[in-house]
Every structure is written in C-alpha cells, then in structure tokens.
C-alpha cells in the first residue's frame, strides 16, 4: 500500500472531506467506504426496505458531492452527513417528487439483492437468544413512529451524540432527549422480560 | 441536584455524554435517591440490549456510488466549478514554495521586460549622406562606388588597393544603390522610397573623395579613385576633372606611359586641351 493510501486510511472525515473539496476522489471513496455502513443501516430500519434503503444511502452520498462544497472544516463529517439523510428522508416523507422519484424506483445496477440485518448462523444457545432480542427489538422499534425512531436509530446505529443529532435533525437538545426517552422506554418494556436484560440489570 | 433536573440528563449520563461538573453532581444525586438510581440502571440496561445488527450493502454500492459521482462532476455548474478551482489554487497559494517561485517568475520577467539594450548597440547604426543606415560601415561600400569607407575617412594605408569591382561598375544611375541582400534588406527599402541623388553631384562628391584621398595619402592611393570617377562619368565635368588628377598622378609618380594616354584624351576637351598638350610636351621632354 503506497503513503497515499496509508494517509487516506488514518486520516479524519474531516480531512478527507477537504481533500475531496481540492479534486481529490479516493478521498470520497474512503468516506464511502467508511460510512455506507452505517447510513445504509440507519436507511434499512428507517424505511424498512432494502431497495429504498439502498437508493436512500446512495442519494446520500451524491448529496455529499453536490454540497461538498458547503461543508467547512470546523463542521463534524459525521454530523453533516446524517444531517443530509435527515432531510432527504424528510422529503421523501414530505412526497417531494424528485426525492420520492430517486427512492422509489432503484436504479437497474445493484439493487436486485438488497441484503436485509447481516445475520451469521447461530452457533450456540446464546446467539440464538441474541438474535432473537435483536429481532425483538427491531420488530418493536418499527412501530415506533418516525422522529423517534429517527432519533434512535441516529444514535445506535449512526453512534452520534445527543446534541449532534440535535445538530443534524434541527431540533433542540432536550426534544432529542425526549424522544430518545420515549424510544428507550418502549423497547425497554418488551426486553424486560428477556435474560440478557436482566443480566444487564445485574 | 433534584431529580427532575436528573431525569433530564439521564440520557446524557447514560451516554457518558455529559461534562465532569454535571457528571459528579448526578451521581451525587443518585448516590441517595433510589428512584433515579433504578431509572439509570434500567436505561443503562435497555441499552446494553437494544444492540441493533447493521446491514450492509451490496459489493457494487461504492463502485456505484463512485460512478455517480463522477457523472455530477462531470457536469457540475460554473460557479461550484470556480469554486473548486479557487479551493485548489487557494490551497496551493497558502504554500511558500509556490507563492516564492512564482515571485521570482514575475522578478525575472519583469526584468526582461524593462531592461533596454545598450546606447552602443544603436551607435553600430551609422547613416549615410543618402539617409540610409548602414550596419557595417567597414564592410559596406556607402556609395556604390566601389571605394572600401575606410578610404574616405582617410584611415587606409599606401599600400591598399581600390576595389577591383570598380572597374565592373557601369556608369548606370542603377548601379548607385548597393546591392540588396538580408542585412541590407533596410536599407533596400529606404533606397527604393529615397530619391536617388542626381548623377552630377554623385560624381562631385566622388571626384572629391578621390582628391580627398589625394591630399592624405598620396597620388599612390588616389589613382584608384580618379580612376574610378573617370571610368564611370566619362564626358562629365567631374570626369574629365578626374582624368586630368589621374593623369597628373601618374606623372608624378613618373609613370609615363599611363598618364599619357589620359593626356591625349584631354587633348579633345576645350577646357583642359591646352594644359594637356603642356603636359605632353613636357612628358616628351623627359
């Protein structure tokens, strides 16, 4: 691996972002690589479809390369990234039809087989139990409605901070910490009775 | 700390998101109020549980993605165009190395814009009594006589011959302009807008040169240019004039046989006959 590609691996979001803004595009790929995880995880549970999900992540990311030149230094990537799905989720619910267009006819190349929750064959007991709580806590929490399950999933899966998904949503700090409270409240009455939970509790 | 203060928070401790100050105060807080205490635990609980599993996309989905952005560049408006390129030259400005070298550019370009030539490179240009510059003025033959320059500023030694090309030269007014070639190619076009100046005073000015010539260095080095005045104006005043100063040339350097036959010629002028036949009897008498 030449320096180039060693930098690139070590080097923040941010830092890449700004290489991105300078032409440089294996600095955008290493930032697609690092986050198509995470947003196409928190698009999976949020429209509860693989194909929307993939074109949701998808029209994410060139929402980066239209705005790229919008992002500052100061600003946190993480931050500014969920900021964007935010509001392409947003208007996709809202029926903006450009939005609605991109997500719900999935472009012919890779959408066939949208893979849903990466899930490897049980080996024991306990993984078995563990995936059913996680199916168990998937199950409950798609019923919870969307800016709480938006707030939750920002923070579990896209590991941000209370206050920078008040940041990426646009709704003040003690909202976000409300409706995180609603979201950890109802999924925590259909856990309570299950062992992990009272191991935890341990 | 109350508890509706700590409710508030929970969340935040939970995440270990909140400062030291709050931090130290909410545990103070839970320390003594079991209430929060078991609200903390269940929470932290819930979220030792509530583990989502990621998914992740297809293998193509970077590669797409990575296509799609380069179409949208590849398209992308004006301004944000600018923008990049001002991003790019900006973040190569902020740099020493390139904003010295490009210094040092300006510096060296800026000299070799200011800086004229030399006063003596111009003075090499000289010009003529017909208005034409002369490049080489050692070299050149100013009048199209045949009479090197050297000889008229009187700088020629004895020993140096005419131009043996003299004697080629027709009389033709034509052959008064020097000949045109790449250096002379200025010159030429002067020449050819420049009126010529009449024959008769071309010959005057010759006939001049030649006695110049005479009074500086002798009738050996003036015989040339008589000569040469004589061959080329015959009949003229200033030829005649040039054949009497080439005949009395020869007859003082005691070179007979050539000056008489100049003699005879003069014999035919009204002007110079009678001192013409003086001149024969006294050569005879020799």
């Not at chain 2, 002369?134 to 008229?152: C, K, V």
């Not at chain 2, 052959?175 to 420049?194: F, I, K």
Request: charged letters at 25%.
């Amino acid at each position: 691996m030449n320096r180039f590609a060693e930098n690139q691996k070590e080097a923040t979001d941010e830092m890449l972002m700004v290489r991105y803004q300078r032409g440089h595009r294996e600095a955008f790929a290493t930032l697609v690589n690092r986050y198509s995880v995470p947003v196409y995880s928190v698009g999976y549970y949020l429209l509860r479809s693989g194909a929307t999900a993939d074109q949701l992540a998808r029209e994410t990311f060139l929402q980066v390369v239209r705005e790229a030149a919008t992002f500052h230094l100061e600003a946190q990537f993480r931050t500014w990234l969920f900021g964007l799905l935010h509001r392409i989720v947003n208007e996709y619910h809202l029926g903006t039809p450009g939005v609605q267009d991109a997500l719900t006819n999935p472009a012919p190349s890779n959408s066939a087989e949208v893979p849903g929750p990466d899930s490897a064959p049980p080996t024991s007991s306990r993984s078995v139990r563990s995936q059913l709580l996680a199916r168990r806590v998937a199950s409950r929490m798609s019923i919870l409605p969307f800016p709480i399950r938006e707030v939750f999933l920002f923070k579990q899966v896209g590991q941000l901070s209370l206050i920078n998904i008040a940041a990426a949503t646009g709704a003040d700090l003690d909202t976000v910490r409300h409706l995180m409270r609603i979201a950890f409240d109802r999924i925590q009455d259909s856990v309570a009775d299950t062992e992990e939970y009272a191991r935890a509790l341990r | 700390m109350d508890c509706e203060t700590f409710e508030r928070i929970v969340l935040d401790r939970v995440f270990l998101e909140l400062d030291e100050l709050t931090m130290g105060a909410a545990q103070r807080h839970v320390a003594h109020c079991s209430r929060c205490r078991s609200i903390e635990v269940g929470l932290r609980a819930t979220r030792e549980v509530c583990r989502l599993p990621t998914t992740t996309p297809t293998e193509e989905f970077t590669e797409g993605v990575v296509a799609f952005e380069r179409q949208i560049r590849s398209v992308l408006p004006l301004r944000q165009r600018a923008n990049r390129a001002v991003s790019v030259l900006a973040a190569y400005a902020m740099r020493p190395q390139p904003t010295m070298a490009a210094l040092l550019l300006l510096m060296i370009g800026a000299s070799l814009f200011l800086v004229r030539a030399r006063p003596t490179d111009r003075a090499l240009v000289q010009i003529t009594e017909r208005g034409v510059p002369e490049m080489d003025p050692d070299q050149n033959d100013i009048r199209g006589t045949g009479i090197p320059n050297s000889l008229t500023k009187g700088l020629h030694d004895s020993s140096q011959t005419p131009n043996p090309l003299a004697d080629e030269h027709s009389a033709s007014p034509s052959m008064l302009v020097p000949p045109c070639g790449p250096t002379a190619a200025v010159a030429c076009e002067r020449n050819a807008s420049t009126p010529l100046p009449s024959q008769a005073q071309t010959a005057d000015t010759e006939l001049e040169a030649a006695r110049s010539v005479r009074k500086e260095s002798g009738c050996a080095a003036a015989i040339g240019p008589f000569d040469a005045v004589r061959l080329r104006f015959p009949g003229s005043d200033a030829g005649l004039a040039a054949t009497w100063d080439a005949a009395d040339c020869y007859s003082k350097l005691r070179r007979n046989q050539e000056a008489r036959p100049l003699l005879q010629a003069l014999v035919t002028s009204p002007k110079y006959a009678k001192r013409a036949r003086a001149q024969l009897n006294a050569l005879s008498n020799r």
